[in-house]
C-alpha cells in the first residue's frame, strides 16, 4: 500500500465520518460569529476593553478553531483505533511509520483548510461590527494572524499524537482541555508573564499579542511541543504489538 493510497484513505475517512464534519463545520460559524460578537467592543482606537486592540477580534475566535481541532485530531486518531481501520492498514502498508506519517499530515492540511476559511470568517465578522476603529493588522497583527495559519494545522497534529498515545477520546480530549484551558488559566494567576509566555497553548493563540514572547517565538515553541508529542507517539507505534 503506497503512502498516496494511505493519504487518500485518510481524507476518504474525514468525508464520510459525520462527527469529523461536523466538529469542523461548527469551528468555522463560530469563528465567525464570536467575532462579530466582539468586534462590537472595539473602540474608535482599535481596542477593546479586558482584551487588547482589534487583533482579538480575529484572534480570540481563532483560538477557539485551535481547540476545535485539537479535538479532531484525537477523534481522526483514536476512531482509527476504535474501528480497526489502523491496525489493518500498518499490516498492509509497508512501514508502519508511513501510516503515521499520511494521517498527520493529512489532519494537518485538513486543519489548514479549515484555519484559512476560519480566519476570513473572523475577519469579515469583525469588520461587520467593528466600525472605524477596527484595525487588526496593524502593528504585528498580520503577523499573528499568520501564525495562528500555521498553529492550527500544528494543534491538529498535537490532538492526533496524543490521540494515539493515550488511545482513549475522552480521555485525550480531557488531558488537552483541561490542560490548555483550565490548568493554564489558573497558571495566569501563579505565575509571571514571561513564564506563562512558554506554557504550550499560551505560546499561540489569542495570548501571543498579550504576551512577552511574541508571535514568531511563541510559534516556534508550539512546533517544539508538537514534534515531541509527534515523534514519542511515532517511536510508541513503532514498537507497539499490533494486537494490543
Known amino acids: 500500500m503506497s503512502f498516496a493510497s494511505l493519504w487518500s484513505a485518510e481524507f476518504i475517512k474525514f468525508r464520510t465520518l459525520k462527527s469529523y464534519l461536523i466538529t469542523v463545520v461548527a469551528a468555522i460559524v463560530l469563528a465567525g460569529v464570536i467575532a462579530a460578537l466582539i468586534g462590537t467592543g472595539v473602540d474608535a482606537k482599535g481596542n477593546i476593553p479586558a482584551l487588547g486592540t482589534s487583533i482579538q477580534a480575529v484572534t480570540f475566535p481563532m483560538e477557539v478553531v485551535l481547540y476545535a481541532m ?51 470568517l473572523a475577519y469579515v465578522g469583525g469588520l461587520l461590527t467593528g466600525g472605524s476603529g477596527y484595525s487588526p493588522l496593524s502593528g504585528d497583527g498580520a503577523l499573528v494572524m499568520l501564525t495562528t495559519l500555521v498553529a492550527v494545522p500544528l494543534a491538529t497534529i ?14 485525550a480530549i480531557s488531558l488537552l482541555l483541561v490542560w490548555g484551558l483550565g490548568i493554564e488559566a489558573i497558571f495566569a494567576y501563579l505565575v509571571p508573564p514571561e513564564v506563562l509566555a512558554f506554557m504550550p497553548f499560551k505560546t499561540v493563540g489569542a ?38
Do not use: C, H
Open 158 to 171: 498535537l490532538g492526533t499524537a496524543v490521540g494515539l498515545l493515550l488511545r482513549n477520546t475522552a480521555g
Open 70 to 120: 485539537v479535538v479532531l485530531g484525537v477523534l481522526i486518531a483514536t476512531g482509527d483505533l476504535r474501528s480497526g481501520t489502523f491496525r489493518i492498514t500498518s499490516i498492509m502498508a509497508p512501514w508502519r511509520r508511513q501510516v503515521l506519517v499520511a494521517k498527520f499530515t493529512a489532519a494537518a492540511l485538513i486543519a489548514f483548510a479549515v484555519a484559512v476559511v476560519s480566519t476570513v
Open 207 to 244: 495570548a501571543v499579542a498579550n504576551l512577552p514572547l511574541g508571535p514568531l517565538p511563541g510559534l516556534g515553541m508550539f512546533t517544539l511541543y508538537v514534534a515531541i508529542a509527534t515523534g514519542l507517539a511515532i517511536f510508541v507505534y513503532e514498537r507497539r504489538d499490533l494486537g494490543t
